[in-house]
């Protein structure tokens, strides 16, 4: 076993700021920072969220959604050729032919694989790393779901509403809040294990943006125990599965239908060619684009690829120009930048405050908010530079969450209960977070909008279904904690028993790729370089330095 770091993380200058935070903590503890106005709100985003700043959204200039705004990381990875020979490549040859075709092994994909099987098509589930490699299993804080006395799906849906700030697609809201009941009963049937009070009855608690206590959790590994479920049923039901297997480009046939995909073993470097009647994109969000420099709290393949594949293939988007920002982000010690500290430390009572000791925003505000005050705590107040954030010892901005709060209003024990993996995560660098505050700052969390879908899960592109969070609308520009966990089960439940159920009636025609070729005449045409390529796969961390010194070397492809 690793032994346990023994030396103060905390360097002087930031104990020294820790001892303002210990020293307001008897007074904040019965104080309540002010909720903001919504012209205060609006006021605060516009101001500091990094979604406004200038320069930072670029317009599309090809493609359906062209005109629209994304950030310019997404707009690299669209602006780019297929990692195909669309005339070349060979659609003679079908490795595959299923009725459904899942493409993503996260949340939405199993879902969406286990209900198009049980509505008696055949699926295949393709996915780029093992399966339940995602940001599902990622998930922490809960998910929401009106079920109790005291809650309805219509209270549900005004704060949805509110979250997304109305910009929301009321029907898919509609499917969400409706639909959450029976998904928290389906998962309970497949084993799921949410925490219970001793009468059995669930333990809910509030998220930002919530006017009733209805997240539901597992302690603070929610999304891998609901993955654990998922995936042992995908596997117990023998749905055929395809590891570290990525999706590369979408099939269409004659009549413009989406048809399959391309898919391309990354182990052996093989292409596969999957028809099918039906397809369900899975494949997640797009951390990993570290969109202006954020870091991430994603797992390594949230790269956009779906966005790319769907959107070559004429599907168009909602809502691309609104990225979330998770508001704490650990930013503190560095080998932990960017890993998520679940808004549930906040649920418990954790206040935000700066360097001088001092709250600066009700914790519990939307995320879009939280994060603006955070951001704005540490921009330079004077002339000298000098913010009312830290600045931590790899030169980024952060403020305190004052996490030993937590046992002080909930009793000694309650972080070890309630946020085991958190507690962990800290211990690991020598950090108590039941003694001292943690550092953190805003990470790249969720993109809220996505591939536009209807209540059906069915895209602008007939036959193919969109699911999680590669999809957009439900959220508005905003979403709310535990609304995504609840979506992926909500949406890919709903993209697998409709993809089934229009395998039924559907016949392919001939195969082709012609969309590639005329998505390429675009680039063509706008003098795109022909050495853009997309989908990115995995991102790429090799430093100048490394590239330079692999130049030369025999490429992975050159071993045969
Ligand atoms: C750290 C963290 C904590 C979170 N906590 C919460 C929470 O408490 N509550 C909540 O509601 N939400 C939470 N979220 C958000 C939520 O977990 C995700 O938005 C959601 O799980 C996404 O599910 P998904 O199925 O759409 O995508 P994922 O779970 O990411 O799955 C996508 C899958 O597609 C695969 N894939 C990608 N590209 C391809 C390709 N080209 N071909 C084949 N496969 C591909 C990926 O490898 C992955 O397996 C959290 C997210 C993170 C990162």
């Given at each position: 076993?690793?032994?346990?770091?023994?030396?103060?993380?905390?360097?002087?200058?930031?104990?020294?700021?820790?001892?303002?935070?210990?020293?307001?903590?008897?007074?904040?503890?019965?104080?309540?920072f002010p909720r903001l106005t919504a012209d205060q709100k609006s006021d605060i985003l516009k101001s500091f969220h990094p979604d406004h700043r200038a320069g930072k959204m670029?317009?599309?200039?090809?493609?359906?959604?062209?005109?629209?705004k994304?950030p310019?990381?997404?707009?690299?990875?669209?602006?780019?050729?297929?990692?195909?020979?669309?005339?070349?490549?060979?659609?003679?040859?079908?490795?595959?032919?299923?009725?459904?075709?899942?493409?993503?092994?996260?949340?939405?994909?199993?879902?969406?694989?286990?209900?198009?099987?049980?509505?008696?098509?055949?699926?295949?589930?393709?996915?780029?790393?093992?399966?339940?490699?995602?940001?599902?299993?990622?998930?922490?804080?809960?998910?929401?779901?009106?079920?109790?006395?005291?809650?309805?799906?219509?209270?549900?849906?005004?704060?949805?509403?509110?979250?997304?700030g109305?910009h929301?697609?009321?029907?898919?809201?509609?499917?969400?809040?409706?639909?959450?009941?029976?998904?928290?009963?389906?998962?309970?049937?497949?084993?799921?294990?949410?925490?219970?009070?001793?009468?059995?009855?669930?333990?809910?608690?509030?998220?930002?943006?919530?006017?009733?206590?209805?997240?539901?959790?597992?302690?603070?590994?929610?999304?891998?125990?609901?993955?654990?479920?998922?995936?042992?049923?995908?596997?117990?039901?023998?749905?055929?599965?395809?590891?570290?297997?990525?999706?590369?480009?979408?099939?269409?046939?004659?009549?413009?239908?989406?048809?399959?995909?391309?898919?391309?073993?990354?182990?052996?470097?093989?292409?596969?060619?999957?028809?099918?009647?039906?397809?369900?994109?899975?494949?997640?969000?797009?951390?990993?684009?570290?969109v202006q420099g954020f870091?991430?709290?994603?797992?390594?393949?949230?790269?956009?690829?779906?966005?790319?594949?769907?959107?070559?293939?004429?599907?168009?988007?909602?809502?691309?120009d609104a990225i979330q920002y998770h508001p704490?982000?650990?930013?503190?010690?560095?080998?932990?930048?960017?890993?998520?500290?679940?808004?549930?430390?906040?649920?418990?009572?954790?206040?935000l405050?700066n360097?001088?000791?001092e709250q600066f925003i009700f914790?519990?505000e939307t995320r879009d908010v939280v994060s603006s005050a955070i951001i704005r705590e540490c921009k330079p107040v004077d002339e000298?530079g000098r913010a009312k954030g830290?600045?931590?010892?790899?030169?980024?901005d952060g403020v305190?969450?004052?996490?030993?709060?937590?046992?002080?209003?909930?009793?000694?024990?309650?972080?070890?209960?309630?946020?085991?993996?958190?507690?962990?995560?800290?211990?690991?660098?020598?950090?108590?977070?039941?003694?001292?505050?943690?550092?953190?700052y805003p990470?790249q969390?969720?993109?809220n909008?996505?591939?536009?879908?209807?209540?059906?899960?069915?895209?602008?592109?007939?036959?193919?279904?969109?699911?999680?969070?590669?999809?957009?609308?439900?959220?508005?520009r905003n979403?709310?904690?535990?609304?995504?966990?609840?979506?992926?089960?909500?949406?890919?439940?709903?993209?697998?028993?409709?993809?089934?159920?229009?395998?039924?009636?559907?016949?392919?025609?001939?195969?082709?790729?012609?969309?590639?070729?005329?998505?390429?005449?675009?680039?063509?045409?706008?003098?795109?370089?022909?050495?853009?390529?997309?989908?990115?796969?995995?991102?790429?961390?090799?430093?100048?330095?490394?590239?330079?010194?692999?130049?030369?070397?025999?490429?992975?492809?050159?071993?045969?």
């Open positions: 076993m690793a032994p346990e770091p023994t030396q103060d993380p905390y360097p002087e200058y930031m104990r020294k700021s820790m001892e303002q935070v210990s020293a307001s903590r008897s007074r904040r503890m019965a104080e309540e670029v317009e599309i200039k090809v493609g359906v959604s062209k005109g629209e994304v310019e990381e997404v707009e690299a990875v669209l602006q780019a050729y297929s990692r195909l020979d669309a005339k070349a490549f060979d659609l003679g040859r079908i490795d595959f032919d299923v009725d459904v075709l899942v493409i993503g092994g996260g949340g939405a994909g199993s879902a969406a694989a286990l209900m198009a099987q049980e509505a008696g098509a055949t699926v295949l589930l393709a996915t780029k790393l093992r399966l339940g490699d995602a940001n599902t299993m990622m998930a922490q804080g809960g998910i929401q779901a009106a079920d109790k006395d005291h809650d309805s799906p219509t209270r549900h849906y005004l704060d949805v509403m509110g979250g997304g109305y929301n697609l009321p029907e898919l809201v509609r499917a969400l809040v409706l639909d959450a009941p029976v998904v928290m009963d389906w998962l309970q049937d497949l084993g799921t294990m949410f925490d219970k009070r001793e009468n059995g009855t669930y333990v809910t608690i509030h998220g930002g943006g919530t006017s009733r206590k209805r997240m539901h959790a597992a302690r603070d590994y929610s999304g891998a125990e609901i993955m654990r479920t998922l995936r042992d049923e995908v596997r117990n039901r023998g749905i055929q599965v395809l590891e570290f297997t990525s999706a590369i480009e979408l099939l269409k046939d004659d009549q413009g239908k989406c048809a399959g995909a391309v898919l391309y073993n990354m182990e052996t470097e093989e292409h596969f060619v999957c028809r099918a009647k039906t397809t369900v994109v899975a494949t997640g969000g797009a951390g990993r684009l570290h870091p991430t709290t994603n797992h390594y393949g949230a790269t956009a690829d779906g966005l790319v594949l769907a959107y070559r293939a004429r599907a168009p988007f909602i809502y691309m704490t982000g650990s930013i503190f010690p560095a080998q932990i930048e960017g890993l998520l500290v679940t808004e549930k430390v906040r649920g418990l009572g954790a206040q405050v360097a001088g000791g914790p519990l000298k830290l600045k931590t010892l790899t030169g980024r305190w969450l004052d996490s030993p709060m937590i046992e002080l209003k909930h009793g000694a024990g309650t972080v070890q209960k309630e946020l085991p993996a958190m507690f962990r995560q800290y211990k690991r660098t020598n950090i108590d977070m039941t003694k001292d505050p943690i550092l953190i990470t969390h969720y993109q909008g996505g591939i536009r879908i209807d209540a059906d899960a069915e895209s602008g592109l007939a036959n193919l279904y969109v699911a999680g969070e590669a999809s957009g609308g439900v959220h508005g979403r709310l904690m535990g609304n995504s966990l609840l979506d992926i089960l909500v949406f890919g439940r709903r993209a697998g028993k409709n993809a089934a159920e229009r395998a039924r009636t559907t016949k392919i025609g001939a195969l082709t790729l012609g969309h590639v070729e005329a998505y390429h005449k675009e680039l063509r045409g706008l003098g795109v370089a022909p050495d853009r390529l997309s989908p990115m796969l995995l991102p790429d961390y090799r430093t100048p330095g490394t590239k330079e010194r692999q130049k030369g070397q025999v490429p992975l492809a050159g071993r045969v």
